[in-house]
């Protein structure tokens, strides 16, 4: 299958930090991907060289085969890379609709438009609220965003990502913060995205990634240190050397995981 | 706004409508205009000044667009209100051709094409940085233009000032009299046709995605806003605005002064945007209104203490009502609204 996003020798400094060291990577059309790595191995910083927050030291970005390493974000995001973040980045003014309209009209090239008020397409509001409705937003569509419950501003965070139908959709840390009782929400949300999306997971809880992810990456120091699937993942004595001592220990001996550390 | 129970209502019935709702025309903005128009009838012997409030709503107009609605803090726009007031007052003075070339809209439309396009160069200068940079490089450029308006004074008129400004009638019909009634006819015009502009283009999807980069840039660059090319463009049309908003001064007073240039101008028209509501448009007019009212009565009662009671009145605003008179006003037909529903 051919790749829809790509890196080729990646990397990044902060001056004499090694942020992101030689990553080369390739997403599949429809992967379902987890990025791991214990904390500060790189994997923001990957992130935003994906989506274009951050300008590389060296190396090329591919999206679906176009180099787009100089491209700024918004290029991107046109091009079809979309991304959530992990501290919610949402308009605190806007209502859920009024975002998830704006989103489908920049996606449209509608976003230009300036006589008539926002809602007279009625193809785009339908749009908006289907996907409201899908992602359980629809009762709070016309409330201010900023007095959601953080639950639902996560959502919205998913929702405003996905509204334009992007190839590859970024994913960092989608249910962090979120409390015990609406994470399953979330990761409902996340399974039931459409099929042919790429899909690119960062996260903390192995749980979430062993119950998602066909394939991993593990990022240690800003450098690729394994991939594979997650049986072999489990099972590789250098993961288990990185995350021996780690909190998140635990996770690896769930059961479907395939593999026990404890 | 409606109340809550009756919103959630439309909601699910027609989300589309419930959007478009919010571009309605609401009662209180029919009574201003209605207001200002029955002021010809009303007060006759003030049409100077209201001539006067039609034109400085208008630069707070372009500054509510630039900042209100697109984050952008500015205390240049002077720059562009000057620019403006010096072309249409060189043009009506030096005249070209006759009717209908002589015309003062001609005049208006070359002052917005020219505060527009310097308003364009240095609407690059202003793309990157926080708000202090924006506010000392909107500042610097102001200063730079105010220097060149005294040093260029074999154009400018220099410190007298550009005398001899004779716009011809306004249509080849309306002749400027003295009493300010054409003036302000003119201004208040030229003042609601722009409004009407900025009002749709703020309710149009544009204007949501400028909202958007106000409210969160990060955002906005990863659904794929164009964030520079926006800001360059409202930026523009801010300073269209305000090179217009100069043009009518010079016509309609036959005079252009230095004072235009004058950070004190910049000073005056953000302040009265941020008293009568930043974000919300009608605050530049409620605020120009009140602003011009208080100068009237403070300043004529008590000349040497305006300053004073400028700055009282500017403390209490932002430490009581950050909203401004505009925010004020929802808040109180919120608590209305509420009042009422609760009682049904």
Redesign the interface.
């Known amino acids: 299958m051919a790749a829809v996003l790509e890196t080729k020798a990646l990397h990044k400094n902060f001056g004499g930090l090694t942020a992101t060291n030689n990553v080369t990577f390739a997403l599949p059309a429809g992967a379902r991907h987890a990025l791991i790595g214990p904390n500060g191995a790189g994997k923001t910083t990957f992130v935003n060289l994906l989506s274009g927050v951050l300008t590389p030291t060296s190396g090329t970005v591919y999206l679906d085969g176009t180099d787009v390493t100089r491209w700024p974000a918004h290029r991107r995001a046109d091009a079809g890379l979309a991304r959530t973040f992990q501290i919610n980045q949402l308009f605190a003014d806007f209502t859920p609709l009024e975002t998830i309209v704006l989103a489908i009209s920049q996606a449209k090239g509608l976003a230009t438009r300036f006589l008539r008020p926002v809602g007279t397409d009625a193809g785009v509001v339908s749009a908006a609220a289907d996907l409201l409705q899908r992602l359980t937003l629809a009762d709070v569509m016309h409330a201010r965003v900023g007095s959601l419950p953080y639950g639902k501003q996560r959502l919205l965070e998913i929702a405003i990502a996905i509204a334009s139908e992007p190839k590859v959709l970024l994913l960092d840390e989608p249910a962090a913060g979120v409390p015990e009782s609406e994470r399953e929400q979330i990761l409902d949300v996340v399974a039931a995205l459409p099929g042919e999306m790429a899909l690119v997971l960062i996260e903390h809880d192995m749980d979430l990634v062993f119950r998602f992810a066909k394939s991993l990456t593990v990022l240690v120091n800003g450098g690729v240190l394994v991939e594979g699937s997650p049986g072999e993942i489990v099972n590789d004595p250098r993961v288990r050397q990185v995350y021996l001592g780690e909190l998140h220990v635990e996770g690896f001996s769930q059961p479907h995981a395939g593999g026990a550390l404890g | 706004m409606t109340s809550l129970a009756a919103?959630?209502r439309v909601?699910?019935a027609d989300?589309?409508?419930?959007?478009?709702a919010?571009?309605r025309w609401r009662w209180p903005e029919f009574l201003l205009w209605l207001f200002a128009i029955a002021l010809i009838w009303l007060a006759p012997s003030r049409y100077l000044l209201f001539n006067e409030i039609a034109i400085l709503a208008l630069l707070a107009l372009s500054i509510d667009l630039v900042l209100g609605f697109s984050g952008i803090v500015t205390l240049g726009q002077g720059a562009f209100y000057g620019l403006g007031a010096y072309t249409a007052g060189l043009m009506a003075k030096h005249g070209i051709g006759t009717f209908p070339w002589s015309d003062p809209l001609l005049g208006l439309l070359g002052a917005g094409l020219v505060a527009g396009f310097v308003g364009f160069l240095s609407s690059f200068l202003v793309l990157r940085g926080s708000d202090l940079t924006r506010l000392m490089v909107t500042l610097g450029v102001a200063l730079i233009v105010q220097e060149l308006g005294n040093k260029l004074d074999w154009i400018t008129g220099g410190a007298d000032g550009l005398q001899g400004v004779m716009p011809a009638p306004l249509l080849g019909l309306f002749d400027f009299d003295i009493f300010g009634r054409t003036a302000y006819l003119y201004s208040l015009s030229v003042l609601f046709v722009l409004f009407l502009l900025a009002r749709?283009?703020v309710?149009?999807?544009?204007?949501?995605?400028l909202?958007?980069i106000k409210?969160?840039v990060?955002?906005?660059?990863?659904?794929?806003?164009?964030?520079e090319r926006r800001l360059v463009v409202i930026y523009t049309i801010g300073a269209a605005y305000a090179g217009i908003a100069g043009a009518l001064l010079a016509q309609t007073t036959q005079f252009v002064s230095l004072d235009v240039l004058s950070f004190e101008k910049s000073a005056d028209a953000l302040l009265i945007v941020v008293f009568g509501g930043v974000g919300t448009l009608y605050g530049a007019l409620v605020g120009s209104i009140a602003f011009k009212a208080m100068y009237d009565v403070l300043a004529s009662a008590t000349p040497e203490y305006w300053s004073f009671w400028l700055g009282l009145a500017l403390v209490l605003l932002v430490l009581f009502a950050r909203g401004g008179i505009i925010g004020l006003l929802t808040a109180l037909r919120d608590r209305l609204d509420r009042a009422r529903s609760a009682r049904a």
Do not use: C, D, Y
Request: aromatic share 0%; proline share 9%; net charge positive.
């Open positions: 919103g959630a909601a699910t989300p589309g409508a419930h959007l478009v919010k571009a749709a283009l309710n149009s999807p544009s204007g949501l995605s909202r958007a409210g969160n990060i955002r906005a660059r990863a659904i794929g806003i164009p964030v």
